[in-house]
């Protein structure tokens, strides 16, 4: 069994490189012909507000032949904290507004004999509504997903690179992170997956791995954001989870013809961001 993990598409309704990348790799997921697609969040460019982008990322990843869930990112429906999103916090709107889209922003789907499990990395620690109805149906999990082998996908890390850096703007929350280890501990999970670092990382856990998953949109090589990624890979691509006899092996694979740009080089992205008043980082 073959299970795809695409993440951080930053598709714009501009069009562009981002576009352009992330239609290349919905061919060579088609190629690849997993049972299963999973989009870690960051569908759209950057401003969670312009719906726009939401529509052309609906669009684009219609191309995916397989099944497909898609979690959302802090570009999709704000963060805790103002960081990069432009004094956009996560709020009931516009996890509404992703919603609408994409369908539930959390998952549970049987996939073979698997479970696997999407939660909303971008509520922990907000104190919305949603957070409380995400925390009651982490505990629900283990009825969801009986005995069954799990994978676990988030846009952020539920453990961060490096423990100073546990905080909303970079993985689940330090607040946060005792409670739903101790929910996670409940299931059998057999491995890890999320995005948001742009770069792609294998560490393993407790037998299990831990995949932070590239970008298919651009790199984040010299951007104020590099220092919070640790050591990877910082190449675009996708990441395939070759399921066998109850173990799980991840891949980083990449088609050839992606276009390697980093983040300031994207002229869409720049127009994104002045849209929403926000200065561009230094390079
Ligand atoms: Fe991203
Ligand atoms: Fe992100």
New binding site residues.
Partial sequence: MKIIQIS?THISHRGGVTNENAARAVSFINELAPDFVVHS??VAILDPDEDRDRVAAKRLLAGIEAPLRVLP???DVGEVGTRFTGNRPVSSDRLAAFRAHFGDDRFVEIVGDWAVIGLNSEIFESGLPEEDEQWAWIERLPEMVGDRPALLFT??PVRAPRPELQRPAVSVGAEALPRLEELLARLDLRGYGS??LHHYALIEREGAPVVSAPSTAFLARSSAGADLTGPGLVQLGVVEYVIDDGAVRPFFRAPVDLVENDLLQIDPLLSALAAMGVEAPAA
Avoid: A, V
């Fill in positions: 951080d969040g960051d990112g802090n570009h846009h952020k995005g948001h």
